[in-house]
């Protein structure tokens, strides 16, 4: 069995579904409320540990009622947690989805303990960073604390897989430490400075992103699928046709199972296949962490396409 290491956050999210986005001063009667573990670190770590890996976590959580469902659910899923600290001055982190009839969310987070996690709680988890076969950052903790594990992971010859999210600028020297990065089309944008509106205008975001030191690029593009870049060439790999009711996880759903099938030793054209589908399965259920799949379900939706 693979091991992967999560470096990330954890966000306790709070779902709201409503027929429209609300216009700026109006109040708008919903459908439904729910509260859901999450956060794209959190996620990506069940995600993998579903898919058939052994996972750790490393990151920070207040030492309050939504930290302790989170270190209650990570004990249930097998997730090793030695390395998860409890924050006696910042709460856990929130996040409060909006979620439309198209199933398309907009995301407000409060990151609270997440920002607090700091290069010596780093450097703590440095042997489970060395031991693990991938280790998976995301950017909803400092970039100084990621830098430091994807420098003890080049140290240790672990694969490090960046998901650049949410949104931002990321250092050139950071970018040289990731072997694989996962942007979608509006992270795209934002690391590159370029359009990705049309397929060829993709393929010059996602070779730029190659120029950048990074040795493999996964864009993922919805239901267009993924598209691969790497020393031997450009390759998209389909989506899988689904009924969308809710996209809050399905980017953590690919990112987590497409570590574990790394770590269980699958090449990396048949991880990306397998992680489409494990992203497609994510946006048919309400929620972060209940839609995240078991590899069973995973294997039949492989098996029926």
């Known amino acids: 069995m693979g091991q992967v290491t ?23 009667v919903g459908n439904t409320f729910g509260m859901f573990l999450g956060g794209k670190g959190a996620n990506q770590a069940i995600a993998a540990s579903r898919a058939g890996s052994k996972v750790t976590m490393v990151g920070r959580l207040g030492n309050d009622f939504f930290g302790k469902q989170f270190l209650e659910k990570f004990s249930k899923e097998g997730i090793n947690t030695d390395f998860v600290t409890q924050d006696d001055e910042n709460g856990t982190g929130v996040a409060m989805p909006l979620i439309d009839a198209s ?23 440095q042997s489970t960073i060395a031991d693990a076969d991938v280790l998976v950052m995301q950017c909803e903790v400092p970039m100084d604390a990621n830098q430091r594990a994807a420098e003890i992971a080049k140290q ?3 694969l490090v897989i960046l998901n650049p999210a949410p949104a931002q600028l990321i250092p050139d020297q950071i970018l040289k430490l990731v072997d694989i990065i996962i942007p979608n089309e509006i992270e795209t944008e934002t690391l590159t ?11 010059v975001a996602g070779r730029n992103l190659l120029s950048k030191g990074v040795e493999t690029v996964i864009l993922t593009l919805g239901d267009r699928g993924s598209l691969l870049l790497n020393e031997d060439g450009e390759k998209l790999i389909p989506a899988f046709d689904v009924s969308v009711v809710d996209t809050t996880a399905a980017g953590d759903s690919f990112c987590g199972v497409l570590a574990a099938s790394l770590a269980n030793g699958i090449s990396i054209d048949l991880s990306v296949e397998i992680a489409n589908a494990a992203g497609a399965l994510a946006v048919t259920k309400l ?19």
């Open 6 to 28: 999560v470096v990330g956050s954890f966000m306790y999210d709070l779902v709201a579904t409503v027929p429209r986005r609300p216009k700026t001063g109006e109040t708008l």
């Open 103 to 125: 199933g398309d969310n907009s995301i407000v987070i409060i990151p609270q303990a997440n920002m607090a996690l700091t290069v010596e709680n780093i450097n703590q988890a």
């Open 156 to 158: 240790n010859d672990t």
């Open 193 to 203: 400075g370029l359009p990705t509106k049309t397929e060829n205008e993709v393929l």
């Open 287 to 305: 929620g972060a962490e209940p839609s995240l799949p078991q590899r069973d379900a995973i294997d039949d939706l492989l098996q029926s396409n």
